[in-house]
């Protein structure tokens, strides 16, 4: 497998720390908030990543973690009266829901910087004692990036531009310094004790923190193997977390660094300053989870996403053909994947997550498995090796695993539906009693509210025309 290594800015093979085990490592949101675009394609992104490196028959261990104690959160507080751990509760299992609407795995491990504490203050104290942290007299403690001699060395960016990012204090040494620990402000200031003094992690410290802790390998040159985020916390979330990692523990943390680009609206990055950010369970009032997914999906995840309705429809068009083709095989049990379909889609992954390959061969499936049932509809063989097929691309792209008629029944509403359940009973109830002529007038009623039904051996099936 090879992949972009973000670090050394190059495709490079992808060689496991531990043959046939991959640990990855994710950066989670900050729970003030519901989840927006960019969290769900990053989550996506990383959970294809994951699948693939599954069927390749790796075992993966995967962490994400929740950042629940923030300066946004605490702002939240203020302004809501609720307590931390209402709102964090609450944003938490509201993340949840829309990754599991959106068919993202859930992550082995999902610590909470909160429950993490014991691990912040170890590495903190580690990096005072090396010499490589340093106190002020507000009772912050700061990361002196001037120890660090690989600094920037991950994201390449020290510039004044990129430097200007972090936030200033007159008391730190140098423009780089980045906090470890913010010390208590005054009454109405979240704090726990620590043996620094009451306060507050930075952001950065907890995931190299919990990655030491819950994750890491406790030898080698590196503790995980594969580090992921958006392109946004390349730089300075992820430069100092390597930072970090490297001054505390002498050792690098991942051997490779992985980031999803940009999703834009209009052209514009996708953020909460612009007023432009596109909440998950706002598109879930609108598109259904899967072909939210697929289109997220359809785009190499290292190119900026610019989210339109247009393409979405499109890309929805594209998945439809796929469930048209399930329809055609529906109720047969699947045999044995085609073994051609299988090396080329995983070959296509195994390209960085070339999406575009895949999808291509996807397509080229559906296109033959139509033509094959043309020609000879009755064929079990090819329809079970057709089950098989899409089961898997089922299993690795997180797309095509649902009752093909339930898919064709997205947008109709909880009324209607009833309506139509209840009319497709008493259908059955006169065909049973031989009333056709009363059937025939139900389904034509049906038709007309644009609704179509298949009598199968496992009952009766609609979907919306």
Not at 6 to 30: A, H, N, Q, W
Not at 197 to 216: F, V
Not at 222 to 233: F, K
Not at 416 to 435: C, V, Y
């Amino acid at each position: 497998m090879r992949l972009f290594d973000s670090s050394k800015r190059r495709m490079v093979d992808f060689v496991p720390l531990k043959e046939g085990e991959v640990r990855i490592y994710v950066c989670g949101p900050t729970v003030y908030d519901d989840a927006h675009l960019g969290h769900a394609r990053s989550a996506i992104v990383f959970d294809l990543l994951r699948r693939t490196l599954e069927a390749l028959g790796y075992r993966v261990i995967f962490m994400k973690n929740f950042t629940d104690i923030d300066d946004k959160i605490i702002k939240k507080v203020k302004e809501s009266g609720r307590s931390l751990e209402e709102i964090t509760t609450h944003y938490i299992r509201r993340y949840l829901e829309d990754m599991e609407a959106l068919g993202v795995l859930r992550p082995h491990i999902e610590p909470k910087a909160t429950e993490s504490l014991d691990a912040i203050f170890h590495m903190i104290q580690r990096l005072l004692e090396e010499g490589i942290a340093y106190r002020t007299e507000k009772g912050d403690i700061y990361f002196d990036t001037s120890k660090d001699r690989a600094y920037c060395s991950l994201s390449h960016r020290c510039d004044e531009e990129s430097l200007s990012r972090i936030e200033p204090d007159p008391l730190k040494r140098n423009p780089a310094d980045f906090a470890l620990w913010k010390g208590c402000k005054g009454e109405g200031d979240i704090c726990f004790d620590s043996p620094f003094g009451p306060g507050r992690p930075g952001w950065h410290i907890e995931c190299s923190a919990m990655i030491q802790k819950y994750l890491a390998y406790k030898e080698g040159p590196y503790q995980i193997d594969i580090h992921g985020g958006g392109a946004d916390l390349l730089f300075p979330h992820h430069e100092n977390e390597a930072a970090q990692t490297r001054s505390a523990c002498s050792r690098e943390l991942a051997s490779y660094w992985l980031h999803n680009g940009f999703v834009t609206i209009s052209g514009e990055k996708m953020s909460k300053s612009l007023g432009n950010s596109f909440f998950v369970k706002d598109a879930l009032k609108v598109y259904d989870g899967e072909v939210l997914r697929f289109y997220l999906l359809s785009t190499h995840y290292r190119a900026d996403l610019n989210f339109n309705e247009e393409d979405l429809v499109a890309s929805k068009k594209r998945l439809d053909k796929l469930y048209r083709l399930k329809k055609r095989i529906y109720g047969v049990s699947p045999s044995s994947v085609n073994p051609t379909l299988r090396d080329e889609v995983l070959s296509a992954l195994q390209d960085d997550l070339n999406i575009s390959r895949a999808l291509a061969v996807l397509d080229e499936m559906v296109k033959r498995g139509n033509e094959m049932l043309d020609r000879n509809p009755k064929e079990r063989g090819v329809k079970r090796e057709l089950a098989a097929n899409i089961e898997f691309i089922s299993q690795l792209l997180g797309v095509g695993g649902r009752d093909p008629y339930s898919y064709f029944q997205i947008g109709v509403d909880e009324e209607s539906r009833a309506r139509i359940e209840a009319l497709i009973e008493e259908r059955s109830r006169a065909k049973r009693e031989r009333n056709f002529e009363v059937a025939d007038r139900i389904r034509e009623e049906l038709k007309e509210m644009g609704i179509a039904i298949m009598d199968t051996p496992q009952g009766t099936v609609w979907e919306k025309i």
